[in-house]
T-cell receptor, first 111, second 116 residues
Framework: KQEVTQIPAALSVPEGENLVLNCSFT??????LQWFRQDPGKGLTSLLL?????REQTSGRLNASLDKSSGRSTLYIAASQPGDSATYLC??????????FGKGITLSVRP | GAGVSQSPRYKVAKRGQDVALRCDPI?????LFWYQQALGQGPEFLTY????????KSGLPSDRFFAERPEGSVSTLKIQRTQQEDSAVYLC??????????????FGPGTRLTVL
């Protein structure tokens, strides 16, 4: 059974800092890996999707990498801003089409 | 265009009551998914439809949970005889074609169910 782990559960940083969020998964047989953002009381917004054949994806200040063989992904956020405060969830898509999520990392960026 | 919508946004039920949660996916999206998110946890898969066919219901926690998508568009998740452990946010997501490919899932805002 696929398990996705995100550590730590919460992170607080000052504005402007570059930061790395980590995700690990146990079964490397995945179609893709996604990073989502969740704001309180709202649904999930997809930030980046990395296909299993890819190594990384970039969007603005966000960069996500994937090392499928070791079961790891990182989300890099450059020059963090208070508006980046949210919960970040990592999820993998398996052969059965469903997403398996980690518990998320709650990020707080202090002004 | 409109995103995925869910109704109601909030539902309070007394233990033992039946509830019905609605999902309107993005128009034309073939795949539809339901997830359950308990407080402080990541979403967990419940069930998956491709058009009107329910292809996977392995995540439904008990036979009190039932989902349908009769015309391949709107879906309803029904929970019978609700229990306190059913309290969670129920998320619906849709995807244009088959998941497990290049297509991401687009999520609705969720329905927060509280069972007293």
């Amino acid at each position: 059974k696929q398990e996705v782990t995100q550590i730590p559960a919460a992170l607080s940083v000052p504005e402007g800092e570059n930061l790395v969020l980590n995700c690990s998964f146990t079964d490397s047989a995945i179609y893709n890996l996604q990073w989502f953002r969740q704001d309180p009381g709202k649904g999930l917004t997809s930030l980046l999707l990395i296909q299993s054949s890819q190594r990384e994806q970039t969007s603005g200040r966000l960069n996500a990498s994937l090392d499928k063989s070791s079961g790891r992904s990182t989300l890099y956020i450059a020059a963090s801003q208070p508006g980046d405060s949210a919960t970040y969830l990592c999820a993998v898509t398996g052969a059965n089409s469903k997403l398996t999520f980690g518990k998320g990392i709650t990020l707080s960026v202090r002004p | 265009g409109a995103g995925v919508s869910q109704s109601p946004r909030y539902k309070v039920a007394k233990r033992g009551q039946d509830v019905a949660l609605r999902c309107d996916p993005i128009s034309g999206h073939v795949s539809l998914f339901w997830y359950q998110q308990a407080l402080g946890q990541g979403p967990e898969f419940l069930t998956y439809f491709q058009n009107e066919a329910q292809l996977d219901k392995s995540g439904l926690p008990s036979d009190r949970f039932f989902a349908e998508r009769p015309e391949g568009s709107v879906s309803t998740l029904k929970i019978q005889r609700t229990q306190q452990e059913d309290s969670a946010v129920y998320l619906c997501a849709s995807s244009p074609l088959f998941s497990g490919s290049a297509y991401t899932q687009y999520f609705g805002p969720g329905t927060r169910l509280t069972v007293l």
